[in-house]
């Protein structure tokens, strides 16, 4: 899927992955907002999560809606384009016009199933040769939540170098046998479904859209919190005043759940959402150290400081997870501050209208420019 908004940078290097596999070349479409002053030096990278693109902020030219994280980008917000360039892109195995299953080999045909298994690792070396392309040898920042904010981290090990800033948020650095087990479930209703055929379904009339949704209505419960669901739906009955005995939606939370399910196949393509997923199974930052979290980090040193942020009700990725990262960072003699926003809103909290936490990520950014040659544009 592609769209006017979006810029396409090809890298004709080959990208060898972690699984040994390699892509002859790939295509990331991204955004920029804001100007990139003279010296180069206040460059922003957003990083998505599981459900995102690169359309952060303004209108998503496929959905017509505001951009997924419009509430904390754009001018004079938290992540203010006025002051900062301001890069998202479409992650390596997206739908979005990035190389993923949904593309096509050089033969014509679609990768589908035969597209090779990637991690989030990947997905960070693909943005890399994106940042050196726009010529910026350091982000001011990196910021994401949750699947982006394991991107973000990544970022910080592989290249400290080039991140002085670094924003982790509602995430964790390991993905949980919990969170696999969701994963698992959605992997398992899109295969399921009639209409996937293996994976192979781009040349056909039909796509697993049953599978999606469902999926997608599963994934969405872990977004929000006992407390939310409770303020937006309670008990309350949709269109009615009595039960109807039967199976068709009665409550509010049915019928919402719904919505989003049907939302999310219009835009999203169903192998994307396997691969992706399968990339933040395989989420391990300490796997390569030992079991080790703080060996992971130990190589950044004051090369870039970190603000850990995570939400009371998020119990996707709770504030248990951020607080192991943070002490990990302690041991290794990182800067890292931290903040736990209390809010009943969930996961999603990062996404949504949260004056507390655009301000604590407001007052960071700003305040480590005194740390930093940044120059507004």
């Known amino acids: 899927m592609r769209d006017d908004k979006s810029k396409i940078f090809t890298s004709t290097t080959p990208l060898t992955l972690e699984s040994g596999a390699s892509l002859p070349h790939i295509d990331i479409a991204y955004r920029t907002w804001g100007t990139l002053n003279a010296q180069r030096s206040n460059a922003i990278l957003l990083c998505h999560a599981l459900s995102g693109d690169q359309h952060a902020t303004g209108t998503d030219p496929l959905t017509h809606k505001a951009g997924w994280w419009h509430e904390a980008v754009g001018p004079n917000k938290a992540i203010d384009t006025k002051r900062y360039f301001v890069i998202c892109s479409n992650t390596l195995g997206g739908c979005m016009g990035t190389t993923g299953p949904q593309s096509l080999k050089d033969d014509g045909t679609p990768w589908a199933m035969t597209f090779p298994v990637i991690t989030i690792r990947d997905m960070v070396r693909a943005q890399k040769r994106l940042i050196d392309h726009l010529g910026i040898r350091q982000l001011y920042g990196v910021i994401g939540g949750s699947m982006g ?24 650095a390991r993905v949980s046998a919990q969170n696999i087990a969701f994963h698992v479930i959605g992997r398992h209703a899109i295969m399921a479904d009639p209409h996937w055929q293996q994976g192979n379904y781009a040349s056909t009339d039909k796509t697993p859209e049953k599978g999606l949704a469902v999926a997608r209505m599963l994934a969405h419960i872990t977004y929000l919190s006992e407390q939310s669901m409770h303020r937006k739906f309670g008990r309350n009955l949709r269109h009615r005043d009595n039960i109807s005995y039967g199976f068709n939606p009665d409550f509010e939370v049915e019928t919402y759940l719904h919505h989003q399910g049907q939302r999310f196949v219009a835009r999203f393509d169903a192998n994307a959402y396997l691969y992706i997923t399968r990339a933040m199974d395989y989420f391990d930052l300490a796997d390569d150290h030992q079991g080790q979290l703080e060996r992971a980090f130990s190589h950044i040193q004051e090369k870039t400081r970190f603000l850990v942020i995570s939400f009371s009700s998020d119990w996707l990725f709770s504030t248990t997870e951020s607080r192991h990262i943070v002490q990990a960072l302690h041991r290794a003699s990182v800067p890292v501050s931290f903040s736990e926003i209390q809010t009943d809103k969930g996961h999603d909290a990062f996404l949504l209208h949260e004056p507390q936490f655009h301000t604590i990520m407001r007052a960071f950014l700003h305040g480590m420019q005194r740390h930093h040659a940044i120059k507004t544009p």
Do not use: K
């Open 149 to 172: 904010g394991m991107q973000v981290l990544e970022w910080a090990c592989l290249y400290p170098d080039h991140v002085f800033c670094a924003i982790p948020i509602a995430t964790t």
